[in-house]
């Protein structure tokens, strides 16, 4: 993926008896606050140590500490909420450490690998003790529609859709623009929707109803918005296979489509061969790439890759979380550039579809 981390295969190559064995170590250490014989602790301990592993590697593998960093920190502060031990994501690093030592003794692994990956651990947990945890929150008093986002933000976790909908009807009845309802209540209101199910403040049940009727919602627009008088102008936009979250890129084609462009969303979870395909039928002149979960960033890279051995020479942008952590990590994936806002991806599609008309 980037220049020099072949040393990273030996410890990819062992990752899953990493995560176990370490999780071993750390269920000794801990013997009041885990049990193993709890089938379903014990699962989501597993799905944990591997995440934990996921996003190390990942970072380590694109040569941005800040992924692993963001990652600890979110990490930290869902563990707090959900009131396990203060302990309790140290203590699984400092048993991989070691864990990791006794493979270099047992040379199973190579000492380089194990110096800099304990580096690596090293330098993300002393960031944890030197910045703020809590994310602040997206329902701001100098937004334009901060009255507006409190009330639509009261009523889908109240569970009324209908009152979400008739507000955002009688904004768009009183001459709203839909950019501005995207940018300034859809957007923020998601952001802060996954926010408070972090902090444990709202279930996932919960999270899903309010995401759903977002949808729905939106959907109630299309009327005005694919309405818009078109330009020649097509983007294709996907998410990468395995990645489910689509309402970023969901709501960027909806807002492109105001400015004009046809858009062909393919969801979330999409094949590469069917990416593929669509790219030759469709001939967009830009493909826009929407990974939100940092452990599927390998999975931009292969997409991307494949996509030019198959004689693709359309511009491909990239974006979603991980990328708005780190605003260099597009370079490590093949793609023509990146944005982080509703502004930045028109003008950015702008700007790439311009140059290659020249």
């Known amino acids: 993926m980037t220049k020099d981390t072949a040393w990273l295969e030996p410890i990819k190559m062992m990752q899953r008896d990493l995560a176990m064995t370490t999780l071993t170590l750390q269920y000794e250490k801990m013997p009041n606050d885990f049990n193993p014989k709890d089938p379903i602790a014990h699962q989501r301990a597993v799905e944990d140590a591997n995440y934990h592993l996921n996003y190390l590697l990942v970072s380590l593998d694109t040569e941005s500490p800040i992924l692993f960093q963001a990652y600890l920190k979110w990490a930290k502060t869902l563990f707090q909420h959900l009131h396990l031990p203060d302990t309790t994501l140290d203590l699984f690093f400092q ?73 955002v009807q009688t904004l768009l009845k009183n001459g709203a623009d839909p950019k501005v309802i995207y940018k300034h209540l ?65 709501m960027i084609c909806d807002y492109l489509e105001c400015y004009g462009w046809n858009t062909y969303f393919l969801g979330s979870n999409m094949p590469n061969h069917g990416i593929l395909q669509m790219a030759r039928d469709k001939n967009p002149h830009v493909i826009a790439i929407s990974c939100t979960m940092t452990y599927q960033i390998p999975k931009v890279v292969d997409l991307i890759s494949m996509l030019r051995k198959n004689g693709l020479d359309t511009p491909m942008l990239v974006g979603g979380y991980p990328f708005n952590l780190d605003p260099d990590l597009w370079k490590t994936t093949g793609a023509d550039g990146c944005a982080s806002s509703f502004d930045e991806i028109h003008s950015l599609v702008e700007t790439v579809t311009g140059r290659d008309q020249q």
């Open 95 to 167: 048993c991989l450490k070691q864990v990791l030592h006794d493979k270099m003794r047992q040379r199973q692994l190579p000492a380089e690998a194990v110096h800099r990956i304990t580096s690596a651990i090293d330098s993300a947990l002393l960031s944890l003790e030197t910045s703020a945890i809590e994310a602040p929150s997206q329902i701001k008093p100098d937004n334009p529609l901060y009255n507006e986002l409190t009330e639509y933000t009261r009523y889908l976790l109240d569970a009324d859709r209908h009152a979400a909908a008739n507000l």
């Open 186 to 250: 859809f957007y923020p209101f998601q952001i802060e929707l996954g926010h408070m199910w972090h902090q444990n403040k709202i279930s996932i049940a919960q999270e899903h109803y309010a995401t759903a009727a977002t949808q729905y919602i939106m959907s109630l627009m299309y009327d005005k918005i694919l309405t818009t008088p078109k330009t020649d102008k097509s983007l294709l936009a996907t998410c990468v296979s395995g990645e489910l979250h689509e309402m970023g890129i969901r």
